[in-house]
């Protein structure tokens, strides 16, 4: 067989078109073909190495693809042949993957992502961090393919947020951002996280701790909120989160079908809990008074602390809060801060610290420890509570701490 002669720049250039189509060969299967209408488009002729049979592929027209650029191409689809892979298929493949992560926009991956983490969340956390991204990075980054999306144009996004000195927004932003770039890499639309370090491109926020006030400040508190102006289901809200220890967004979601009266326990469900993990409370004798108080008031509701507004729905999660405000420990203490006051008081009286945290509902960060800990303690957490509310009873009659020394740490 001859050898075909290569093309050159001038020959194609004045090479005119038929009535029929016409192939000027350059070699090695590369063709420009040149159609009636005038139109020069490069083919790569080749035997499929999968299917061995003749074939081709079209690489591109002509002037947008040079004929240098047309002889890369064929230089590279029989390296891909030599390897026993069809060009054509490679070509797809890649143009597929292209595809793929342009439609995997930031939003989309976010959604994703956000459809596996609330599973593992209360609503209303997952609701907090759907408003953040909404908020704060889908107007700017939503459309983005998360391909193109660098730790640099991230940071630029986060940098106003700092700016306005909201740091403890930065640091939740990056989390979760980090968990969706992890997500995205651990399903294959990103090769690696770009994202992961960006948090120290900003400025931490400082520790704040919850205001809350020592035990001994306990019997002061109490006499005020026994003087307060304030609505009597809000007084009961107070007392029963401190009575329980639970958070304030437990309490006020606190229903009637979760207590049993019976066996003087409160089944909260994992979907109200912070860790997604259901909790039992063992009543003592002073939350079930408190209970029976509430019945009058709203055992026909289906939660315990009805909102004004809408009985059919919980109070909010900052009634307490406002009320301790009003009655005057505004930046002394807030309603999360009652369950510092119980772990301040049960830790002074040497009761077991994990039994306390069990109380609290405190989920060991240590994986060891908590796979070996899986009991929650519920029969050693009855005198605990026990002693708590007695401790509470006391100090709202306002006796001098001598007069408490008969509520020792009991072993029932």
Not at 52 to 74: C, D, F, H, N, V
Not at 289 to 309: Q, V
Not at 341 to 369: W, Y
């Amino acid at each position: 067989m001859a050898k075909v002669k290569p093309l050159t720049n001038t020959q194609i250039k004045q090479a005119k078109p038929q009535e029929k189509v016409i192939k000027l060969a350059d070699g090695d299967g590369l063709q420009l073909r040149i159609r009636p209408n005038g139109t020069k488009t490069w083919l790569l002729d080749y035997i499929n190495p999968e299917t061995k049979k003749r074939t081709s592929i079209s690489l591109g027209s002509y002037p947008e693809l040079s004929l240098s650029e047309a002889r890369e191409l064929r230089a590279q689809a029989r390296k891909l042949i030599q390897q026993k892979i069809d060009p054509k298929r490679a070509r797809e493949t890649q143009n597929n993957e292209k595809q793929q992560k342009l439609q995997s926009t930031f939003e989309l991956v976010a959604i994703k992502w956000f459809e596996v983490k609330k599973t593992t969340i209360t609503k209303d956390y997952s609701d907090d961090i759907w408003r953040s991204l909404k908020l704060h990075l889908l107007p700017s980054l939503g459309k983005e393919p998360i391909d193109f999306i660098t730790a640099q144009k991230m940071i630029e996004t986060l940098k106003p947020i700092e700016a306005k000195g909201n740091l403890e927004t930065v640091k939740r932003l990056c989390q979760r951002i980090n968990e969706i770039m992890t997500y995205a890499v651990n399903t294959g639309i990103l090769n690696h996280n770009p994202t992961a370090g960006i948090k120290a491109a900003f400025l931490k926020p400082k520790t704040k701790n919850m205001a809350s006030i020592t035990p001994d400040d306990l019997p002061n508190f109490l006499k005020t909120l026994n003087r307060a102006s304030i609505k009597q289901v809000t007084r009961c809200l107070i007392e029963w989160q401190l009575h329980t220890m639970v958070r304030p967004g437990e309490a006020v979601k606190a229903r009637w079908s979760e207590i049993d009266f019976e066996n003087k326990l409160w089944h909260i469900p994992s979907e109200t809990m912070k860790k997604n993990r259901a909790h039992i409370v063992p009543l003592t004798e002073q939350a079930i008074e408190i209970l029976e108080f509430l019945k009058p008031i709203s055992r026909h509701r289906e939660f315990l602390f009805p909102a004004d507004r809408d009985p059919k729905k919980h109070a909010n999660e900052q009634t307490a809060n406002a009320a301790i405000k009003r009655m005057g420990f505004k930046g002394l203490l807030v309603a999360h801060g009652l369950r510092s006051i119980a772990s301040t008081a049960l830790n002074e009286q040497g009761f077991d610290p994990d039994v306390i945290e069990a109380c609290l509902a405190h989920v060991d960060k240590n994986e060891v420890r908590r796979a070996y800990n899986r009991t929650d303690y519920l029969d050693r957490r009855r005198p605990v509570m026990k002693w708590w509310s007695k401790f509470i009873e006391q100090s709202e009659k306002g006796l001098p701490e001598n007069s408490l020394e008969g509520l020792k740490v009991v072993n029932e």
